[in-house]
């Protein structure tokens, strides 16, 4: 009796530090996903107050004289006189006429950095859309410099000396003034959406960036989609198990753990210098990016048919179809959430992708807005790489706002593709 006593004492002991050695496993598993989500929550709140700012800007009001001088007296409305005229005169003309006091030569060119570059090219767009503003005073919300802007924004001290904050003392005036008659205001920055890049700050937009990266996934899914899929179908359904299949299908596996600037390297080798593409365009860049998604959504295609229960296979063949009707008619529509959602997850990589794209030469600077999948592109993450190893200080918040714009079509993809599984998932 003492024995059996002495054997359930220990029993208990044993099991009860089995019980605290678990709890203690639980503890230390949540303590590092709370780790972890802490970590990444100050990453995303860092991101967000950097680049928050980057979606307003701030902008001037300029009393202009568009004086008929400036154009053609014969013909002031037609295109090339439009071309011809001097908009940065009349913009330049008209800051001197908010402040005319100033009289010598540096006051003015520290008076004309109040206002950015792209005001002439602004007043040009208003007058080329409504030529009958020629000859009349038109109250103009132009863009302001990077560092007024940064100025309103709080980003640059006040108190600052004048060789940290950039601006002078008498811009500072001149700034105090503009802001206490109401002629400074913060506006929706609706360039950064609708422009390309550029080397000013304030003028720089992701336009091309999105079109780029839009071209280069639309490539790469009209190829990756059909090939893997078809690939998919024939390994799982088709083809003999013998060493050759296994010897795909190991490599398969291989070259979805592949580096994605491996893929780069092979885009570099063969689309450029073998086939002679077009450097920087999307239609290579989607080829990369298709061949680097291919394992992925050939891996997740045959696991998702792998799942359709022999049985649908059976009725089908007993009712008369033919092996390959079994498989598109019965087969592929079944498995075909799960494809869905692995070719959408890899599409969501692909678009975040950086090193494969430098290497094809899409790091290029891109100004005009691409019309095609030949036309000179960048990419969004690649924009990104870009504006982060600028040393203007206004390209960090602009930044961190195309992040977020990353950071959300990433995330309305892997959207999609759990809205897709849970729409069409069949269990068995």
Not at 231 to 258: D, M, R
Not at 287 to 312: H, Q, Y
Request: glycine fraction near 6%.
């Amino acid at each position: 009796m003492t024995e059996v006593n002495e054997l359930d004492t220990r029993f208990e002991r044993h099991l009860a530090k089995r019980n605290r050695a678990e709890k203690r496993f639980r503890l230390f598993g949540k303590l590092a996903i709370g780790l972890g989500l802490v970590f990444l929550g100050l990453l995303f709140l860092t991101v967000v107050q950097t680049g928050i700012d980057a979606f307003t800007q701030t902008r001037i009001a300029l009393e202009v004289d568009i004086a008929n001088h400036h154009f053609d007296a014969e013909d002031p409305s037609h295109p090339e006189s439009l071309a011809a005229a001097n908009y940065q005169v009349m913009i330049k003309s008209s800051l001197r006429k908010t402040f005319p006091d100033v009289k010598s030569r540096r006051e003015k060119r520290d008076l004309y950095r109040l206002v950015s570059n792209g005001a002439a090219y602004e007043l040009r767009k208003v007058v080329g859309e409504n030529p009958s503003l020629i000859g009349q005073r038109l109250k103009l919300w132009v863009i302001a410099s990077d560092d007024v802007d940064l100025l309103v924004k709080g980003k640059i001290s006040r108190t600052a000396p004048a060789a940290v904050r950039r601006l002078s003392d008498r811009q500072m005036e001149w700034l105090v003034v503009l802001e206490n008659t109401g002629m400074i205001e913060r506006r929706f920055n609706k360039t950064f959406f609708i422009a390309g890049d550029s080397r000013e700050p304030e003028l720089a937009g992701i336009a091309a960036a999105i079109l780029g990266s839009f071209f280069s996934v639309v490539v790469c899914l009209a190829l990756a989609f059909p090939i893997g899929v078809m690939s998919a179908l024939y390994l799982e359904e088709f083809a003999p198990k013998n060493n050759w299949t296994e010897f795909i299908e190991v490599n398969i596996n291989n070259l979805a753990a592949v580096p994605s600037i491996v893929f780069g390297l092979l885009g570099f080798a063969v689309f450029l210098n073998v086939f002679e593409l077009p450097r920087s365009a999307p239609l290579v860049g989607g080829m990369v990016l298709a061949l680097m998604t291919l394992p992925t959504i050939i891996i997740a295609g045959r696991a998702s048919i792998e799942a359709v229960p022999l049985s649908v296979r059976e009725a089908a063949l007993a009712l008369g179809a033919s092996p390959l009707q079994t498989v598109f008619h019965h087969v592929l529509p079944l498995a075909m959430p799960g494809v869905l959602t692995g070719t959408i997850i890899a599409t969501a990589r692909a678009l975040g992708e950086t090193a494969p794209l430098l290497m094809i030469g899409m790091v290029a600077f891109v100004v005009d807005l691409p019309r095609g999948i030949l036309d000179p592109a960048t990419a969004l993450p690649v924009q990104i790489f870009l504006w982060a190893d600028s040393p203007e200080t206004a390209f960090t918040e602009r930044t961190a706002a195309a992040i977020l714009t990353l950071l959300g079509f990433t995330c309305l993809i892997n959207l999609t593709a759990v809205l897709l599984r849970k729409k069409y998932e069949i269990r068995w």
